[in-house]
């Protein structure tokens, strides 16, 4: 089959770095595959693993030339299928190739809530079987959890890593790769883990790696100056986005984060503690996993603040026998669980049945009509006002 695959954009994030490689995995077994996103760092994750790519406009929101484009790809591409990442691209494509062209479409959402207005009527992907459960008015809903390329994402020399990083090799290394926004209260983890690390730096030769960048990247930096200024050594090491932070993954004795970035973590047989919104902080372990399988490596707590998050780093800082045997199971999880084989398996599968359906979805008009009005009442309730006040 001819699949078009649209990321919301190639910059950093789980999302986008999912969308390119299941396109990658698809392309293996067999099927031809159409990169339609905008130009971003990751374009380099593309070049590197030789799709085909089409420049877009930017996806993030709503544009008519962003589905005119997409409808004339498909229609000179002869796409079978589009495959769309998030709201805005999902519905730009139901309204152009799907609604005007016939063609088989496939949403993925890999936020943290799936948006009403989405068409019903859609094979719905999402991340976490809480909103497998969660998503009943989508008459075709899956789950396929964020994978893991276990092969390249493997444990490697912790001390080769750390000299490629120009880190001590005998520091307490804790590693956080992700978005620097106030979206999914990301920030304010970070802020946290800088504030637990000032703490331990007074007893501890401990360093904070930060990988990452985005609209919170000042207020980030500030508070890693101070930290260093206080300590007048590096405490919080800054590295900006990098377009692969696996060596920073694999340098660490343990990482913080959330979603498919400590799931890549784990895959580098590192102890995890995902740092969620309001204050939610909780060390990835055996009793714990049931609860993440279940709602995502991420978690919501009462706002008081992220409370245990310098006594989990302080015991795994105090023993590294339990940072290896946490380690090594974490990695047996993803490997079970997460491979990216396994999903690209599950995917084709899903692009199967949607093919399937093609012209013979009862209620697909509808569906549309329905979006729309969700789609409206979004946009002037939620984000006219956003940019008016901007």
């Known amino acids: 089959m001819r699949v078009i695959v649209c990321p919301h954009d190639t910059g950093m994030g789980g999302s986008q770095i999912n969308a390119i490689d299941l396109a990658a995995a698809v392309r293996q077994r067999g099927h031809d595959v159409m990169l339609y996103a905008p130009p971003g760092p990751l374009l380099d994750r593309v070049r590197a693993l030789d799709l085909d790519w089409t420049a877009s406009p930017p996806g993030l929101r709503l544009s008519a030339a962003w589905t005119i484009g997409l409808v004339r790809l498909a229609r000179s591409w002869h796409a079978d299928l589009v495959h769309t990442y998030e709201w805005a691209p999902s519905v730009g494509a139901a309204f152009g190739p799907h609604g005007l062209l016939g063609t088989a479409q496939v949403m993925t959402v890999l936020s943290m809530d799936v948006p009403d207005f989405l068409p019903r009527h859609l094979d719905l992907v999402v991340g976490t079987q809480q909103l497998g459960a969660d998503s009943g008015r989508f008459q075709h809903r899956h789950v396929i ?34 978005r620097l926004t106030t979206d999914l209260d990301k920030v304010a983890g970070v802020l946290a883990a800088i504030e637990a690390v000032d703490e331990m730096a007074a007893e501890r030769h401990v360093v904070l790696v930060v990988a990452g960048d985005g609209p919170e ?56 503690i995902v740092l969620g919104a309001s204050g939610f902080c909780l060390p990835v372990t055996r009793r714990t996993i049931e609860a993440f399988t279940w709602q995502g490596f991420y978690g919501v707590d009462d706002g008081s603040g992220y409370r245990g998050l310098l006594g989990f780093l302080e015991r795994l800082a105090a023993s590294p026998e339990d940072r290896q045997i946490i380690g090594i199971w974490s990695r047996g999880v993803v490997v079970d669980r997460y491979s990216l084989g396994h999903a690209a398996e599950v995917l084709t599968g899903v692009y199967s049945e949607a093919l399937a359906r093609r012209g013979s979805s009862w209620g697909g008009a509808a569906s549309l009509l329905e979006s729309a009005a969700g789609v409206g009442s979004y946009m002037v309730h939620r984000v006219l006002p956003r940019r008016a006040v901007a």
């Open 145 to 178: 959890e964020p994978p893991v390329d276990t092969q390249q994402d493997a444990p490697r020399d912790r001390a080769q890593q750390r000299h490629l990083l120009g880190l001590d090799p005998d520091a307490f290394v804790v590693s956080l790769v992700g």
């Open 217 to 272: 990247l000042v207020r980030v930096a500030d508070a890693a100056g101070r930290v260093n200024t206080r300590h007048d050594r590096t405490v919080v090491e800054m590295t900006g986005s990098l377009v692969d932070p696996r060596p920073v993954y694999a340098a660490a004795d343990v990482v913080l984060g959330m979603g498919s970035s400590i799931l890549r973590a784990m895959a580098f047989a590192r102890p995890c």
